[in-house]
T-cell receptor, first 113, second 115 residues
Framework: AQKVTQAQTEISVVEKEDVTLDCVYE???????LFWYKQPPSGELVFLIR??????QNEISGRYSWNFQKSTSSFNFTITASQVVDSAVYFC??????????FGTGTRLLVSP | NAGVTQTPKFRILKIGQSMTLQCTQD?????MYWYRQDPGMGLKLIYY???????DKGEVPNGYNVSRSTTEDFPLRLELAAPSQTSVYFC??????????????FGSGTRLTVV
């Protein structure tokens, strides 16, 4: 069975702080894919990143960075110098070649000015 | 491109009523899905389809039905609505190429309240 755990239910930071959202996954498949989605207060789900199990390189996109570690089954997401517009619920998800995604329960990030 | 379009955006139903949530995509994706999102519970898969004429149950199918007569459309039917079906419903689609998983394109969601 596949499972995604986002242990942090809610995180509150002040603008310009760095924040890391944790994601731990479980799967027996050797080929799998990890995703992060953002759900802002408006409610839509926005794709942020996709990573396959064979690519452990960390990725940076502007203020966003992702740390994939197969040894600890983690795919953590860091926002550097957070901004109020980063306030949202963030979901980590796991998928295989069979396409269905399993989602974590989400982490609500509140960035105050 | 419109992507994935869901209608309606909001709906209030009375207990026992029925309704259909519409979902259509214009990306020629072969896979389509229905999820429900409850507060603090993440997204739970209700039904999915791997192509026209093929559907299968997800994690929480009870109280729902689906059909997939065309590649574009994947409606979700609620029969005899119950308060437990109060939720936000998301339709999504995806495609595969050489077996890889590229993730989903989501619709904007339908907020359903059963009273």
């Amino acid at each position: 069975a596949q499972k995604v755990t986002q242990a942090q239910t809610e995180i509150s930071v002040v603008e310009k702080e760095d924040v890391t959202l944790d994601c731990v996954y479980e799967t027996r498949d050797t080929t799998y894919y990890l995703f992060w989605y953002k759900q802002p207060p408006s409610g839509e789900l926005v794709f942020l990143i996709r990573r396959n199990s064979f690519d452990e390189q960390n990725e940076i996109s502007g203020r966003y960075s992702w740390n994939f570690q197969k040894s600890t089954s983690s795919f953590n997401f860091t926002i550097t110098a957070s901004q109020v517009v980063d306030s949202a619920v963030y979901f980590c998800a796991l998928g295989t070649g069979f396409q269905k995604l399993v989602f974590g329960t989400g982490t609500r990030l509140l960035v105050s000015p | 491109n419109a992507g994935v379009t869901q209608t309606p955006k909001f709906r209030i139903l009375k207990i026992g009523q029925s309704m259909t949530l519409q979902c259509t995509q214009d990306m020629n994706h072969n896979y389509m899905y229905w999820y429900r999102q409850d507060p603090g519970m993440g997204l739970k898969l209700i039904y999915y389809s791997v192509g026209a004429g093929i559907t299968d149950k997800g994690e929480v199918p009870n109280g729902y039905n689906v059909s997939r007569s065309t590649t574009e459309d994947f409606p979700l039917r609620l029969e005899l609505a119950a308060p437990s079906q109060t939720s936000v419903y998301f339709c999504a689609s995806s495609y595969t190429r050489t077996g890889e998983n590229y993730g989903y394109t989501f619709g904007s969601g339908t907020r359903l309240t059963v009273v």
